[in-house]
């Protein structure tokens, strides 16, 4: 098998080349040239010597990658604009592929696309579009392709289990009626047919159901009644603020460009245990650099990561949520202003000493470890009777003051003291305004507001197009600055050569009418005379 030729450059019959239609957009030319530099070995040992020619599988790449930078992810629309859009036309050398080759294009290569994604990456560094030495970190929720009516908690999908099985009922009963010489509306292979296709979907909901009922276990108590799946799509979950089945889309953006340097899609809800496995990422991709930092929102606080961190002596600053209540004073608070204040004791009011292990209460008291529970210790005072503060700290339950306290706290207490200072809060507040805009323009400006394949992994690989397609659009830009900046520069650099040139041609053009002048006053003279 070989691939159809194709040639950007050459005259057709009408006198015209598919280069000339690119003539006004120089993005499709930069797209073209981007693949180009790619490594495409991998890509090109999927297709077989044997059976026809092929669709070139570099403009093929290009296509997509420029289509998806447009915000165009239909295979139909992808069709059509081949046909009539110049900017395609350019790119796949006036050639016409399909809806079903543009589908089965993408959905075999989509694993290829995350490698290529990785190159894209280390081409920008390579122009210098960035250091890429701060990286912000954060993550939204995208509709997944199956709609939320396709949603079932455990209740419903009973009903629908003993539906079909109501239905499969009735058919074996038909089929036997058939058998026996009975007439009906449809004849007896359509009959067992029908009956094999509802088996098929009782045996789709029983696998629903068990993914289901695992799910629930690993939810706490009060969420289990009303937890969901997706009978059509599994893998996608019912996100909150989403309204919808989706996936949780996960970024680290360059702060100081706002390229993409590392992706990825999981089906959890939240945010929880994501920091580590991008940061990682960004790692692989770019290297690892000492001066590279990163900051994330408080979705991301967790004391695991926060442990692996800070033994790896990374740059971090992600924000807590619980920030109020750490025990970070190197004082507890002052007993007289809290009985002035008559307000609730906090867990900040306590200060823990860390090289003895106990906490001192604002009346001068301990908290000694009591228990042991593995990942967590409570911590006990020695007597609270007869405390001023008796009422305002311990709870009606109790007699004396209880502190649980992670093994791990001490990391977070390690971020929080971070956090306090004015480094800290520039980077949360420089985050904000560089990785949000990222995720506007991807849902907004390029309409991603839904992805177009099912699946996880579809998933994945269909957002490192998304990515590459905001990518592209940025380091477009970014060439297109460079080279206006070239230009400014070349004039200014000319500037005295121009002026002196605009002299000339000024002096040349007054010459020429004061000539012009003269010789028509000499021909008046001259008709006057006779």
């Known amino acids: ?20 239609f690119a003539r006004n ?32 599988p570099d403009m093929m790449l290009a296509l997509w990658f420029f289509a998806y930078s447009n915000g165009i992810t239909s295979t139909r629309k992808l069709e059509e604009l081949c046909k009539f ?58 509709k997944s392709k199956s709609s939320k009516r396709h949603n079932y908690n455990e209740a419903r ?14 058919y074996m009963q038909r089929c036997d009626f058939v058998e026996q010489g009975a007439s009906d509306e449809l004849d007896l292979e359509s ?11 009782e045996k789709e909901l029983l696998e629903r159901k068990a993914q289901l009922q695992a799910r629930k276990k690993q939810l706490k108590t009060e969420h289990r009644c009303k937890h969901q799946i997706n009978i059509k799509e599994p893998e996608a ?13 996960q970024l680290a953006v ?67 949520p619980q920030l109020a209540n750490r025990s970070i004073q190197e004082e507890p608070t002052s007993m007289e202003d809290l009985l002035e204040e008559k307000r609730k004791l906090k867990r900040h009011d306590f200060v823990y000493h860390s090289e003895e292990d106990y906490y001192e209460c604002p009346a001068g008291k301990k908290l000694i470890p009591y228990k042991d529970k593995g990942d967590q210790k409570i911590y006990l005072s020695e007597s609270c009777e ?80 998304m990515c590459i397609g905001h990518n592209i659009n940025v380091m477009f830009k970014n060439l297109q600055k460079k080279r206006l900046g070239v230009l400014i520069c070349l004039s200014f650099d000319k500037l005295d050569q121009y002026i002196a040139i605009s002299k000339t041609i000024v002096l040349s053009m007054a010459l020429f009418f004061i000539n012009r002048i003269k010789i028509e006053k000499t021909k008046l003279c001259l008709n006057i005379s006779f």
């Not at 999908?157 to 009735?170: G, M, S, T």
């Not at 029908?194 to 088996?199: N, P, Q, V």
């Not at 990391?411 to 956090?419: N, Q, T």
């Open 237 to 249: 979950r019912l996100m909150p603020n989403l309204g919808a089945s989706g996936y949780n889309a």
């Open 25 to 56: 957009d120089p993005k499709s030319r930069f797209v073209v040239e981007l693949v180009s530099k790619l490594d495409l070995s991998g890509l090109y040992s999927r297709y077989s010597s044997q059976g026809g020619d092929s669709y070139a």
């Open 386 to 465: 007869g405390c001023p503060l008796f009422e305002l700290c311990v709870s009606s339950k109790k007699k004396v003051k209880q502190i649980h306290r992670s093994v791990r706290e001490i990391y977070s207490e390690y971020m929080a003291k971070k956090l306090q200072t004015t480094y800290a809060k520039e980077r949360l507040k420089k985050r904000g305004h560089t990785i949000e805009p990222v995720f506007g323009n991807l849902k907004h400006n390029l309409g991603f507001s839904r992805f177009s394949l099912s699946g996880l992994q579809k998933v994945k690989g269909e957002f490192a197009l």
């Open 157 to 170: 999908l009973n009903k629908k289990l003993e539906a079909i099985r109501a239905e499969i009922r009735q």
């Open 191 to 201: 009959l067992r047919a029908e009956k094999a296709r509802l088996e098929r979907l």
């Open 85 to 142: 859009d110049t900017r395609y036309m350019y790119i796949t050398g006036n050639q016409q592929p399909d809806h079903s080759t543009l589908s089965r294009f993408r959905n075999t290569h989509l694993d290829l696309i995350i490698q290529y994604f990785a190159q894209i990456i280390l081409i920008a560094e390579a122009e210098g579009i960035s250091d890429f030495n701060e990286i912000a970190i954060d993550g939204s929720k995208i």
């Open 1 to 20: 098998m070989g691939f159809k030729p194709y040639n950007r450059s050459q005259m057709s019959l009408l006198g015209y080349s598919v280069e000339e």
């Open 254 to 320: 360059d702060m100081s460009s706002h390229l993409i340097v590392a992706h990825d899609v999981v089906s959890e809800p939240n945010d929880q245990g994501q920091f580590l496995p991008i940061q990682q990422q960004v790692e692989k991709t770019l290297g690892a650099d000492v001066k590279r930092s990163y900051t994330a929102d408080s979705g991301y606080h967790n004391s695991s990561d926060l442990k692996e961190l800070e033994e790896r002596q990374v740059d971090a600053i992600i924000a807590d």
